[in-house]
């Protein structure tokens, strides 16, 4: 398959984001999917699965996630009181 590059017009934050190459190609691999979708091919699993690979590959753990995820809801909890 051959590729060519688009504009899709975005805030600079973003467009300096996608100068890593790796960011950038999970951004064409999101756009592919929104585009051509097939049967069962769900984006927001292909996000998390994705994320989930990044984790791992990066050595969290199921239990790092969870731990992080509690924290976060304590501090947001702790600010709302």
């Known amino acids: ?9 975005v805030d600079k934050a973003t467009a300096d984001a996608l100068a890593d190459p ?6 064409a691999e999101l756009v592919r999917s929104a585009v051509h979708p097939t049967e069962g091919n769900d984006l ?7 994320t989930a690979r990044k984790a ?5 753990t199921e ?3 969870e731990d992080e ?3 976060w809801k304590a501090e947001r909890a702790a600010r709302k009181d």
Not at 4 to 9: A, D, G, S
Not at 44 to 50: A, F, G, K
């Open 22 to 27: 790796h960011r950038l190609a999970a951004v």
């Open 1 to 9: 398959m051959s590729t060519v590059m688009v504009e899709i017009p």
């Open 56 to 60: 791992a590959a990066a050595g969290l």
């Open 44 to 50: 927001l699993r292909w996000v998390l699965e994705s």
């Open 63 to 65: 239990q790092d996630i």
């Open 69 to 71: 995820l509690t924290a």
